[in-house]
């Protein structure tokens, strides 16, 4: 994805993840864990700790201490039984979807795990449907039904081909009944799940630490006994520790400065290594339909025809991101153009004759909004950059706010935000999951979207098709819609870097297709 062709030092040994084969690499899957927990620091803090609540960053901790009944083994890019020890439709219109359990299944406290607790997981997702929240990933599901102890049936109200890769994200992740209520969130601070990792105590904000879930049955095959996440407010701090060997892993929200100086530009450093894997990652600006001015296509389309995404991914992010045209990224069947086809380069003029046809000869005046703790340290300066260019051209007066992510959360469900930014990483890899999650009336902004030939006939039409190499028809003409809308305004496509000390094993192989990190890969060396 990236064009950037630096000559790499021996201090700072990348090696791709393009392929997540298991096997041989740079990195041994060895380890001894006597020298304690392996510490990993992240700039992504969890929103909430029931899976219910969560369309967010938070999976990358669920992924650990819950279980789906699918997953991604390593190396998997379809999803493969987890809890379940098989899963089929079972009808040729991909409606009727059946999983049976593995046995003698339990919770991280010993009580069993049938498939009660699966509906019950299910079901209670639907019922709270929290704003912004996964019941907006469930719109395919019509019921949950419970045959015998170990069989779950779900019978879909239109044919999904998808499905399965929803059971495989975090936010299916089971819950025991007892601990989980049916129709509220749980908000104690506890956790009871059924992952390879049970939650031994967390800090908000602070640190979660993992220990191994004596009673998990799946598909993990742990290299370590325990693992502790760190939680940094940005990168610098973040790289900081793992210098000082406070930490021994990065996993999100390196800086730009940093990848480079760790890829060896500024020096060599012969204690740490960088892991560098191609992504799916996006950036992306999110305009209210409700804003007196964001509400008009007309401004939405000049600010598309003045943004400059070259510059942003060069000036702010060293040209560790490539500029993006779409809101499917580079590497996914249905991948288009269109924002650089219909724009060309950015232009003031054509931006000017945007306005002025719509009668708008005033500066518009504009409240952008970041966050300030969730997508690393580049994000106050991406969105200064923005303001620069858009009030460069005169014909913008922005007004830049930003909050700290778990309050942000709350006001763009809220619809307080005229525009505001959002990442997004795939709850898995498929075109789909860069369109679905953002349309319809109920979606992953808390901003309705009604997009109703994408919601009413070209997704059901794609989620037909088991072939998704099939789609791309269907994909090409739902981009061209939003494109037309300007609702969403795709910005840069990102790559996933992990940070390491040289002693620590498996960071290539630690990440599944959704870039969430599987931390039971990663081990200490135990010889060269």
Same mark, same amino acid.
């Given at each position: ?8 030092r021996?201090?700072?040994?990348i090696v ?5 084969a298991?096997?041989?690499g ?18 992504s803090a ?9 369309w967010d960053?938070?999976w ?5 201490i819950y279980q ?8 998997a890019?379809?999803p493969?039984?987890?809890a379940a020890e ?5 009808d040729?219109?991909n ?19 049938d498939?009660?607790a699966v509906k019950?997981s299910i079901?209670r997702?639907k ?7 996964p019941a907006g990933?469930?719109g395919?599901l019509?019921?949950v039904?419970?045959?015998?102890e170990r ?10 081909a998808t499905?399965?890769?929803v059971l495989a ?15 509220q969130?749980r908000?104690?601070?506890q956790?009871?799940?059924s992952?390879p990792y049970?939650?031994e ?5 602070e640190?979660?630490?993992l220990v191994?879930n ?5 598909f993990?095959?742990?290299h ?12 610098a701090?973040?790289?900081g ?6 930490i021994q ?5 390196l800086?730009?400065d940093d ?5 060896g530009k500024d020096g &060599? ?5 960088l892991?560098? %894997?191609s992504?799916t990652?996006?950036? #992306?600006? *999110? +305009?209210?339909?409700?804003?007196p001015w964001a ?7 000049a ?6 995404r070259?510059?942003?991914a060069?000036k ?6 490539d500029p993006?045209?779409?809101m ?8 288009t153009?269109?924002?650089?086809d219909?724009?060309?380069d950015?232009?003031v ?6 306005l002025t046809?719509?009668?708008?000869t005033?500066?518009v005046p ?6 300030t703790?969730?997508y690393?340290?580049e ?8 303001k ?7 014909l913008f007066?922005?007004?830049? &706010? ?7 959360? %709350?006001?763009y469900q809220?619809?307080e #935000?005229? *525009? +505001?930014?959002r990442g997004w990483?795939?709850?898995f890899?498929?075109a789909e999951?860069?369109?679905a999650?953002?349309v ?6 808390g ?7 994408i ?9 037909r098709?088991s072939d998704?190499a099939?789609?791309e028809r ?11 809308d300007?609702r969403l ?10 940070a ?15 870039t969430?990190m599987m ?10």
């Amino acid at each position: 994805m990236f064009n950037r062709n630096r000559g790499l030092r021996r201090a700072a040994a990348i090696v791709s993840i393009s392929s997540l084969a298991a096997g041989c690499g740079i990195l041994s899957s060895d380890s001894s864990d006597d020298e304690g927990p392996i510490v990993v620091g992240t700039t992504s803090a969890p929103s909430t700790l029931d899976p219910a609540a969560s369309w967010d960053g938070s999976w990358e901790l669920f992924r650990n201490i819950y279980q789906t009944l699918l997953s991604y083994p390593n190396g998997a890019t379809a999803p493969q039984p987890d809890a379940a020890e098989e899963c089929a439709f079972t009808d040729s219109t991909n409606r009727v979807y059946r999983c049976e359990l593995r046995k003698g299944l339990a919770f991280s406290d010993g009580e069993p795990l049938d498939a009660a607790a699966v509906k019950h997981s299910i079901d209670r997702i639907k019922k709270i449907n929290v704003n912004g929240g996964p019941a907006g990933l469930l719109g395919s599901l019509e019921r949950v039904q419970v045959p015998s102890e170990r069989e779950v049936v779900f019978h879909l109200n239109k044919p999904d081909a998808t499905f399965p890769f929803v059971l495989a994200t975090p936010a299916m992740s089971i819950v025991e009944p007892d601990g989980y209520p049916a129709d509220q969130l749980r908000e104690d601070g506890q956790v009871v799940g059924s992952g390879p990792y049970k939650l031994e105590s967390y800090e908000d904000g602070e640190r979660a630490e993992l220990v191994t879930n004596d009673h998990y049955e799946g598909f993990a095959d742990r290299h370590n006994k325990a693992v502790t996440i760190r939680y940094f407010k940005d990168s610098a701090g973040m790289v900081g520790a793992l210098r000082d060997g406070e930490i021994q892993v990065t996993y999100r929200g390196l800086a730009a400065d940093d990848v480079i100086t760790l890829q060896g530009k500024d020096g &060599k450093d012969e204690a740490l290594q960088l892991v560098e %894997g191609s992504g799916t990652e996006i950036s #992306y600006l *999110v +305009f209210n339909p409700e804003d007196p001015w964001a509400g008009r296509k007309e401004v939405r389309r000049a600010v598309a025809q003045i943004i400059d995404r070259a510059a942003i991914a060069h000036k702010i992010y060293q040209d560790t991101v490539d500029p993006l045209y779409s809101m499917v990224p580079k590497g996914l069947t249905g991948h288009t153009t269109g924002f650089f086809d219909d724009y060309g380069d950015p232009s003031v003029p054509k931006a000017r004759e945007i306005l002025t046809r719509a009668g708008i000869t005033e500066p518009v005046p504009l409240t952008l909004w970041y966050t300030t703790d969730r997508y690393g340290s580049e994000t106050g300066k991406e969105f200064k950059e923005i303001k620069r260019q858009l009030d460069a051209s005169g014909l913008f007066d922005v007004t830049l &706010k930003s909050r700290p992510w778990k309050t942000y959360v %709350g006001g763009y469900q809220k619809g307080e #935000y005229p *525009v +505001f930014g959002r990442g997004w990483s795939p709850d898995f890899p498929d075109a789909e999951n860069f369109i679905a999650p953002f349309v319809g009336e109920q979606n992953a902004l808390g901003t309705p979207y009604p997009a109703r030939e994408i919601t009413g006939d070209l997704l059901p039409r794609s989620r037909r098709e088991s072939d998704r190499a099939n789609v791309e028809r269907e994909f090409e003409r739902a981009q061209q819609i939003m494109l037309e809308d300007a609702r969403l305004l795709p910005l840069w496509q990102g790559k996933q870097y992990v940070a390491a000390n040289t002693d620590i094993s498996g960071a290539e192989q630690a990440m599944d297709p959704s870039t969430i990190m599987m931390m039971w890969q990663l081990s200490r060396k135990t010889s060269w």
